[in-house]
């Protein structure tokens, strides 16, 4: 394979793996979302993830789909205004390897997040991909929050982005959080993501299980399904750090954030596992240095 195609395949499934999209499976209020507790109680309890947590993911012909459903133990009155804001938003999306940047722009209802990807080692700008994505808060009340992003199209025919995270208060210290995303892709899409997973990410795996090898030891989803269950758990650890910083004094909270995010990551290496802990952290520094200039209007370079 040559530069230039190993090039395309990867910046391909550094958008992908970035692009978060909305597909809840429930109504959109806090009554369902409590129903969906309940009946994954039992889930929750025995999960697998040393959190109570449930990841699912789905593979249709042009179309895949990543949900979280978790309990975090932080009040709903902190994790609703936390979510709330563009700003956070970016503050919270960079810690993704994928992440180069995050701008926000705009103002209610029409703020967008202008979102950077690439790979996974320190690059320039210029070299990523941009997606915009409308933010909105289509309900924030005393017992319910969502968040959605969206965004029409993405890079070689992917199209119809979407994010929407919701929130409902379990008792007065935790709180339900449901993190959803989807996004369609046509023919150039598959066929790129497919020279992906057959090169670059041959050996990449998810976390569902779905048969056992001859040893006894399990088998993992792999392809597309993969993909998604591997960034679907990266942007709730993504959620879970910026929560649990929050407590911090503010000048130690991004500290804490790219710490705890890279641990979390750490506690399953098969999937997560990508580079040593000072490599990211270095590479996470610079980029929300970056990210603060541009924010305050500080020209940057770019190339």
């Not at 109680?41 to 979280?68: C, I, M, T, W, Y």
């Not at 133990?73 to 970016?90: K, M, T």
Request: hydrophobic share 45%.
């Amino acid at each position: 394979m040559n530069a230039s195609l190993r090039h395309l395949l990867s910046a391909l499934a550094c958008v992908l793996l970035a692009a978060l999209c909305a597909a809840p499976a429930f109504p959109q209020d806090a009554s369902a979302l409590r129903a969906a507790h309940l009946q994954l109680r039992e889930r929750l309890a025995s999960s697998p993830f040393r959190r109570p947590l449930v990841l699912e993911s789905k593979q249709g012909d042009a179309n895949l789909k990543g949900e979280v459903y978790a309990i975090v133990e932080q009040p709903f009155a902190v994790v609703s205004p936390a979510l709330q804001g563009a700003a956070h938003w970016c503050e919270l999306l960079i810690l993704h390897l994928n992440v180069k940047h995050c701008g926000a722009f705009g103002a209610a209802p029409d703020d967008v997040l202008t979102i950077v990807v690439g790979r996974k080692f320190d690059q320039p700008l210029a070299a990523g991909h941009k997606v915009a994505f409308h933010y909105s808060v289509p309900a924030a009340t005393a017992d319910y929050l969502r968040v959605t992003m969206a965004a029409d199209s993405g890079p070689l025919g992917t199209r119809d982005y979407q994010l929407a995270v919701e929130v409902t208060p379990l008792d007065t210290k935790r709180s339900f959080i449901h993190l959803s995303y989807s996004y369609s892709y046509g023919v150039a899409a598959r066929l790129a993501m497919q020279g992906y997973l057959s090169t670059l990410a041959r050996d990449k795996v998810g976390f569902s299980v779905v048969g056992q090898g001859d040893s006894g030891k399990p088998v993992y989803v792999g392809g597309l399904r993969g993909v998604a269950e591997r960034n679907t758990m990266r942007y709730y650890l993504a959620v879970e750090a910026y929560l649990g910083a929050l407590a911090a004094p503010p000048t130690e909270q991004l500290e804490k954030r790219l710490r705890d995010w890279f641990a979390a990551t750490e506690q399953h290496p098969l999937q997560l596992h990508e580079m040593e802990r000072d490599e990211y952290l270095v590479m996470k520094r610079r980029e929300v240095q970056r990210q603060q200039k541009m924010a305050a209007g500080v020209p940057v370079k770019l190339n």
